[in-house]
């Protein structure tokens, strides 16, 4: 079993920061890529930031300049800072890992449970 566990998300005034935090738990071999998604009403989710394990990042166009997605390998943690958030960023925020188990050896896609992230005018 793995588990992704995120923390961090809640209200801010545009213009303000926030952090969120991802942590990977379980029955991990390794993890690749890591990454942050996030889903507004009404919307598909999207890919907003990610990260490989040798840390190689990629962003939305929507957050480059403004978010920052980092890791640490030893904890298995994923982190999105966030600065000079808009209103256009409000969304449930999801974590992303790729990971191998020592279960079954295969790599699946597991998910957070989601945090919400409400930025106001």
């Known amino acids: 079993q793995v588990q992704l566990v995120e923390s961090g998300g809640g209200l801010v005034q545009a213009g303000g920061s926030l952090r969120l935090n991802c942590a990977a738990s379980?029955?991990?071999?390794?993890?690749?890529?890591m990454g942050w998604y996030r889903q507004a009403p009404g919307k598909q989710r999207e890919l907003v930031a990610a990260i490989t394990s040798g840390g190689s990042t990629n962003y939305a166009d929507s957050v480059k300049g403004r978010f920052t997605i980092s890791r640490d390998n030893a904890k298995n943690t994923v982190t999105l800072q966030m600065n000079s958030l808009k209103p256009g960023d409000t969304a449930v925020y999801y974590c992303?890992?790729?990971?191998?188990?020592?279960?079954?050896?295969?790599?699946?896609?597991?998910w957070g449970q989601g945090t919400q992230v409400t930025v106001s005018s």
């Open positions: 379980g029955s991990i071999f390794n993890i690749n890529a």
């Open positions: 992303n890992a790729r990971i191998r188990t020592t279960t079954d050896w295969k790599t699946s896609d597991y």
